[in-house]
């Protein structure tokens, strides 16, 4: 269901309940949590769920849109920052934070990227454009590694972001990814200065 469409009051209650639900249900069990439970515990069938997301990729989609429009927003932000490494780093954290907020999310973001038949696949689209204009930036002042790829980067940083969350305590997914990030830099860099946190 298209959001741009008026919906009926118990229609539109529904559709909220069922958001709350998937939220639940994704941040618990991950991504490939059970849909039928989610309507159910929505009070609906399992049809309206459909009715309203035809796929659970059109439900993800939904649940992490504000996620993947801050990150484009980000991007554009931090493209006038004055350290593109910096840059780079900040905008590449928001983006294993968003690939970690569910289990199982960094797998299907992957797959994603690849799969133009794919409801994430634009979304995924747009934060490797945002992410090449950075890295481009950082690759043409020498600061990052220019045999490195935009989809091997977020590959990597997807795979570092999935490995995180397998790690105890808080914390894994950034120490993985800045590990990663740390050995893309020029060898210049890395014998210069660490990268700076996040601002």
Known sequence: MTDD????ADARRNYERLLVEARRAFAERGVDASLEEVARSAGVGIG???RHFPTREDL??????????TQADKARELLAAEDPLDGLYAWLIGFGETSAVYRGLAELLAEALDDPESRLHASCSAMRDAASQLV???QAAGVFRADV???ELLLLLHGASW???HLPGDGGTERLMTLVFTGLRTSEQRGQRAVSAPR
Do not use: C, H, N, W
């Not at 469409?5 to 009926?8: D, G, L």
């Not at 993800?60 to 429009?69: A, T």
């Open 5 to 8: 469409k008026p919906m009926r």
């Open 163 to 165: 490995a995180g969350s």
């Open 48 to 50: 309206t769920l459909y």
């Open 149 to 151: 790829t935009v989809q």
């Open 136 to 138: 481009e930036r950082a």
């Open 60 to 69: 993800i989609e939904k649940l992490l849109r504000d996620r993947f429009d």
